[in-house]
């Protein structure tokens, strides 16, 4: 890790492959598969606000469409009720499916899943948590903290 914030440039897309480890392959893999596997459970946590802002637009601009506002449950066994909404489902795959094609598309993948990233994280770690703090403890503009 010291080596990419040193050397950021310089160091390989696969960070697996960056340090001189290329053998086993099958373990190379396997870590590779463990990355995505990681980056696919958190990559719709950070995509939240942008979810939810999204869909309280349409829900504004189509109140009577039963697509968009209808939501099913459905009882699973062992585990509570889960609610479920077809335009929520449909929107979240095509985001997902439209931002790894056009990544994929791109020469410089890497660097577009950095963007997506930064984009993504930048307003839930960053910007949010300042705002809610200001709020909470009633910070007024231009004092001195």
């Known amino acids: 890790m010291l080596r990419i914030c040193c050397i950021w440039r ?67 066994p062992l585990v509570a009720r889960i609610r479920m909404n077809l335009f929520r489902l449909c929107f979240k795959c095509a985001y997902v499916v439209s931002t790894t094609a056009i990544a994929i598309v791109f020469p410089y993948f890497n660097q577009v899943l950095g963007i997506i990233g930064a984009l993504n994280f930048w307003p839930v770690m960053i910007y949010f948590p300042i705002q809610m703090y200001l709020k909470q403890n009633d910070v007024k503009p231009w004092t001195p903290i």
């Not at 190379?28 to 606000?49: E, F, K, R, T, W």
């Not at 869909?55 to 506002?69: A, H, L």
């Open 10 to 76: 310089q160091s390989a897309g696969n960070l697996l492959t960056d340090f001189a480890f290329y053998e086993p392959y099958w373990l190379v893999d396997l870590g590779n598969v463990c990355i995505a596997l990681h980056l696919m459970g958190g990559y719709p946590m950070y995509s939240q606000p942008l979810f939810a802002a999204v869909e309280r637009k349409v829900k504004k601009m189509y109140p009577d469409s039963e697509f968009v506002n209808k939501e099913y449950t459905k009882q699973v």
